[in-house]
């Protein structure tokens, strides 16, 4: 369900043009049924558009509902109480992933400029005109702010009538002495435990209910088994919807064909051959890799410095700067291009690596504070306070105790911002021109002009890219556990 989110949003718009368009693989077998006489217009209009969005924002509605229904007793399903009991008790997941992809969809960019074309003119497609070739900076601002007014006043909206808040952050208070003991001020839980005196309580009430909770294989088999035939038939349309799009561009990549066609009429590398012979994808390539590589530098230690001060630090204003920093995550991307545009226009910087790794490290920094203070939350700090009891420095504590627990998570946050500036195209409209393009700009063209089975080939290999930075990402996780469970058993 998660791999579209890590697949490019190029790869994905690719493989929608060519099943939809009118000598796509869509109205190839509807005709061959018989169920049409002729092409049916299912790309470059509202149709395409919408179809796509589905596609690309199915994942971000998943989440949020999946976390939901997590919450509530299986039991329930089993017992055929779906629309009645169910379906109600997640009601909260539902609403918040129809909030995250309204959301979402009211600045998208990508998906309305290439599957709608002049057919579907969205507002973010209107910005992008009035400022790159109309040059009427005034409009397009104005635009610009009526589209954040609008998210604005729509997460406004939810956050009054749906009660969403933005997750707690803050740091503990300092231990306190209250009559001859050291207690903690807060007296609250950090990781499911109770804490008096300096003893650790256990929790009564989770221990038995931990106990009687079968083993990770039989419940995947009760969730599996349970509930109505229907909605596994609905979750089989679903996955088959989100990945055969992708799983086809990938096949026709090794078509013998000299143009789009499915099936391939027989196998071939000569697409493959066709980008690594030519230095012009390969100069592309190399840019967005080294682009790729700073923007995961410079927004892991970033996000990495921002998530220590907003859990750590205690004070009236952490919620407000969460949000703040939190924003470019909830902005439309078209207003971060824009707005980066306008200033590197004024510092002569448009088309220099340093300006397209600036931006991109203002959308992936969000990513890392995310996962790196998620991660530190849960780290209980009289960690660290024992060991500057014990004659540590703060640095040197933090350094040794607190840093191994969160490596997993900074290594995931690097992982996003890697994949996320690599993927990311609509920036590189606005600071990099035709002469010395990224991956994405250079794909990006190559879309809009024609399409190429050269495309199926990069395609190809930026699915292969994305999966082996996933695999790295996972080894990195699993070697850092195993490496600390060992630690600890030395230590004992």
Known sequence: MLFPLWTSLLVRSYAWMVLLQRTGIVNQ???????????????????????????????????????????????????GHFFRVFLPLTAPGVAAGALLVFVLAMGYFVIPALLGGRGAITI????????????????????????????????????????????????????????????????????????????????????????????????????????????????????????APIALVVAMSFSSSQYLRFPPPGLSLQWFRAYFGSAEWIDATLLSLEIAVVTMIAGTVLGTLGAIGLVRVRHWSTRALYGVLLSPMIAPQIITATACYALFVKLRLVGSVVAIAAAHTVLATPFVIVTVSSALAQVDERLEWAARGLGMGPLRAFVSITAPLIMPAIASGAVFAFITSFDEVVIALFLTGTAHPTLPRKMWDAVAMQLDPTLAAVSTIMVAMSVLVLLIGQASRVWFDRYHTAARSDAV
Not at 128 to 137: G, K
Not at 158 to 185: H, I, K, N
Not at 213 to 226: D, E, S
Request: glycine share 12%.
């Open 29 to 79: 077998v509807l005709g061959d049924l018989g169920l049409i006489a002729a092409p049916l217009p299912l790309v470059y209009n509202e149709l395409g558009v919408v179809i796509g969005m589905t596609h690309v924002l199915l994942p971000f509605a998943v989440l949020p509902i999946y976390a939901g229904m997590r919450q509530v007793d299986p039991a329930l399903l089993r017992a």
């Open 124 to 243: 973010a497609m209107l910005i992008e005109r009035q400022i790159t070739m109309l040059l009427n900076w005034g409009f397009g601002s104005a635009l610009s702010v009526l589209l954040i007014a609008s998210v604005l006043l729509v997460l406004g909206l939810a956050t009054w009538l749906a009660g969403v808040r933005l997750p707690e952050v803050g740091g503990r208070s300092r231990p306190v002495a209250t009559g001859g003991q050291v207690e903690d001020a807060d007296e609250k839980p950090l990781d499911g435990t109770r804490w008096q005196g300096g003893a650790r309580l256990e929790q009564p009430v989770a221990a038995p209910m931990l106990r009687r909770r079968p083993g990770r294989a039989r419940r995947r088999w009760l969730r599996c088994a349970a509930g109505p035939a229907w909605l596994g038939i609905a979750a089989g349309a679903v996955y088959v919807f989100l990945l």
